[in-house]
């Protein structure tokens, strides 16, 4: 075992890392791995901003390595089926998708502990702002609500179930125009993400999507998923399920020369076909970049509470400073893309 990850790097006997630290160091940590040759699979959510999955789209390409996100439900059958269905226009022109997630924590104060023996706290932060040790910190369904690590679940659940509207509407290398929404954030203590809320997103083609979280996370049986709507029917998928209205979309095949997605049963197993084979994996970096961008871009929106425009070609806000300048944040010296 390593404190310092750049150590596993450098040995020439390693040929891909599993990327599976706090959001925060995702992007350092992946763009090294590519510099140095190495194959990655890294957790969701992708980023911590959009500039830090824009470069890790990036120094994958520049670098030729082998990038499979954890968005492992590219990998189930029920979503490939789904957004088959949605892609060849078995439920008509889609004018909708509603997402429901789990919505995030809170605490009911600000703690400090005593740090750990043998415990790297300096290296844990990392590139984040100094902050005092605390177990409710750094436990793993804790650093998670604090904005400096992750963006609550409207990242960490939405990576999963935005990147399924992306490729059920067949947008995965672009996404939304306009962004707005808003939100309920914790009245004290040191977890600060959304703990509900509601945003919506415009496509350039009028398709609008939604997403909402209207409790506290809820485990292991909560609600959510994606409903995809269209001007013939809707077709509903989550973990486990899938449902239509009208019933007979279930029983729709989808033929020789129509759209079929990438087929994956298994996503570990996939990335390390494509280790072998050199393909493109099943969740590529770059399709990943796309769909939690738009988690990010919702995240500033009910953050400055205003409507965002967005170019999704040159990955710009429009007309508005403030909410282009939180497309990335601050790193703590020395570390830097």
Sequence with gaps: MYSDFRKILGRDDIDAVNI???????????????????????????????????????????????????????????FRRACELVRNGRIGKVHGVEVEVPGSQACDGVYEDPVPEGFDYDMWLGPAPEAPFA?????????????????????????????????GLGTTLTGPVEFEGEAVYPSKGMYNTALHWRYQCLYKNGVKLTCFAKDELR????????????????????????????????????????????????????????????????????????????????????????????????????????AAQMLSRPMRAPWRL
């Design 20 to 78: 599976a630290t706090p959001d925060h160091w995702h992007a350092i940590i992946a763009i090294q791995a590519a510099q140095a040759g190495k194959d990655i699979y890294c957790q969701k959510p992708l980023s911590l901003t959009v500039e830090h999955g824009r470069k890790m789209a990036q120094a994958a390409k520049r670098y030729g390595v082998v990038f499979q996100t954890g968005t492992q439900q590219r990998s189930e059958e029920q």
């Design 135 to 167: 177990y409710k910190r750094i436990d793993p369904f804790g650093w998670r609500w604090i904005f400096d690590y992750a963006g609550g679940c409207v990242t960490d659940w939405g990576a999963h179930h935005i990147d399924i509207a992306q490729w």
């Design 219 to 322: 485990l292991p049986n909560f609600p959510n998923g994606v409903k995809f709507i269209g001007d013939r029917g809707w077709l509903y998928v989550n973990r486990g399920s899938i449902d239509a209205e009208p019933k007979s979309i279930l029983q729709e095949k989808i033929g020789p020369d129509e759209t079929h997605l990438y087929v994956s049963t298994d996503h570990y197993r996939n990335f390390i076909d494509c280790v072998i084979s050199r393909q493109t994996p099943a969740a590529p970096v770059e399709e990943a970049h796309r769909s939690v961008t738009i988690c990010h871009l919702a995240n500033i929106a009910m953050r400055l509470k205003c409507r965002l425009r967005w170019d999704p070609d040159t990955e710009q806000v429009l007309d508005n400073d403030e």
